[in-house]
């Protein structure tokens, strides 16, 4: 179902939500307006607001009021009955309609995320607004090109995660209103992280130490970093093979080639940054790492919990991340009433020093997850050879302590999502289900992207719909695939 024009009382919303500096309305939707003038003129609370855009970025998409819980299990890389965040009911076997209703104990997690998605993005338009407007900043350069990047992550998170985005920007709402689809949403965000990258490339300067706690992002590395999610955002919008193979490949080439060489890995207060994702994602007791991801590594081991099994012995690898990355656990914790599907031997262990001391680096965005984006387009590209060698030059080998690759694209493409499952499954928000989305890996049934809040469909009001089961339409709404 598609509710073009429904969300124009949401749209126009986004425009009156103010910073939390502020204490009145601000509607730049409305740009020759004299009070809008007078809002935007304060640099000192414009400045602080605009240093909160990637902390409020970073937060809501590694919280548990967002679908991130829910996809990593709906990818099967992720494994747990537990209730919290929607995870069981996502991923239970088999496949059904996502509960939409406002209702759900879980409608949290589309609804929280929805609504602080589309209200940050108020925030970069609020900045980019006063950036046009002339406000004098101190850091005027550092200050448009995050307006402009928060800009473009937003909406293309937003393009990710739903089936259809309403766009805006300093000038006010967009396509007078209407809502458009996944790609061109993508599109539009691909735009203005062009506009950001090229801020930043021709700017000089560093941004304030607290704005990204622990590490020092210059103008360079700001630009390699949005070089990054670009090739991100363009690669992980697919929702089937079909439209992964009509990815602009050489524009994500050129992005990647352009990306980071330092792993983007904010250092958590446990304050205002944190990672609740990598936290319930592998505390123990909590989620396990399914045995979908176990099976690549040991492919001895099944891919699949066997009904009759209540254990199974550890498995063997030669993959060194087996022992350093994963732990292996001879008891179940899930109730079998639930579904011993979601049985596994192992938990992720790899951040056991952040759940532990909280003050430690979060990757989020690893130079491995770059140098994968650029092996694939090497490979859709058909310059297989390049493609094997930024394999074998990278963690696969540095880390896994695997042997070198050869050349054939059926050896590439099994190397990439190897490495995408087993190096970084867990750092960013839903990289895991995008990237089993895009192969038609997902189980039958899954959805492939959330529909627009049951809470806000009822406001407006406009028409329930969902996604997920049989409903939708078959390969573009939900799987028809799967790996098993």
């Not at 262990?349 to 092996?375: C, G, H, L």
């Amino acid at each position: 179902m598609k509710t073009n024009k429904i969300f124009v009382l949401f749209s126009l919303m986004t425009f009156l939500i103010g910073c939390d500096d502020f204490d009145t309305n601000l509607d730049v939707g409305n740009p020759e307006n004299p009070n809008d003038e007078i809002l935007a003129t304060d640099p000192v609370a414009l400045e602080s607001t605009a240093g909160t855009l990637i902390n409020n970025w970073f937060q809501t998409t590694h919280s548990y009021d967002s679908p991130v819980f829910a996809m990593a299990t709906m990818s099967d890389v992720l494994t747990c009955s537990w209730g919290n965040f929607g995870m069981r009911d996502t991923s239970s076997e088999p496949r059904v309609a996502f509960n939409n209703q406002g209702s759900y104990g879980n409608a949290v997690i589309n609804e929280s995320f929805f609504n602080s998605m589309y209200s940050i993005l108020s925030d970069a338009n609020i900045i980019m607004y006063a950036v046009n407007a002339g406000v004098e900043f101190e850091n005027p350069e550092a200050v448009a090109a995050l307006g402009r990047f928060t800009q473009a992550i937003i909406v293309g998170y937003l393009a990710m995660t739903y089936d259809q985005v309403w766009l805006s920007d300093e000038n006010g709402v967009l396509n007078e209103g209407e809502s458009v689809d996944y790609k061109e949403a993508m599109d539009y965000a691909i735009g203005r992280l062009d506009e950001a990258i090229a801020i930043a490339n021709q700017s000089s300067f560093t941004l304030p130490e607290t704005w990204v706690p622990g590490m020092t992002i210059d103008s360079d590395y700001l630009a390699a970093l949005m070089n990054s999610f670009g090739a991100r955002m363009l690669t992980m919008n697919s929702r089937n093979i079909s439209e992964r193979d009509a990815t602009d490949w050489g524009k994500v080439l050129e992005y990647a080639n352009n990306g980071i060489t330092v792993d983007f890995a904010p250092v958590a207060d446990d304050v205002v940054w944190y990672d609740l994702y990598k936290t319930y994602a592998v505390y123990p007791g909590w989620a396990r790492v399914d045995m979908y991801v176990i099976n690549l590594m040991d492919p001895s081991t099944p891919a699949y919990w066997p009904e009759d099994a209540t254990v199974l012995p550890e498995s063997t690898s030669a993959d060194a991340r087996l022992t350093t990355d994963f732990e292996y656990l001879s008891s179940q914790d899930f109730n079998a009433a639930r579904g011993t599907y979601h049985y596994s031997s192992y938990r992720y262990s790899r951040y056991d020093d952040y759940i532990s001391e909280w003050t430690t680096p979060m990757q989020e965005f690893v130079v491995s997850e770059n140098d994968m984006y650029k092996a694939e387009a090497l490979l859709r590209l058909e310059r297989y050879a390049e493609a094997a060698e930024v394999i074998n030059s990278g963690t696969r080998t540095t880390r896994g302590e695997l042997p070198n690759i050869g050349s054939s694209p059926e050896e590439i493409a099994d190397a990439i999502h190897y490495e995408r499952l087993v190096e970084f499954p867990f750092t960013g928000y839903g990289l895991n289900f995008f990237e089993m989305r895009k192969e038609n890996l997902l189980q039958e049934g899954t959805l492939l992207h959330f529909p627009v809040p049951g809470t806000a469909l009822a406001a407006i009001p406009a028409e329930y719909y969902t996604f997920g089961g049989t409903t939708g339409e078959p390969g573009v709404d939900y799987s028809t695939g799967g790996w098993r």
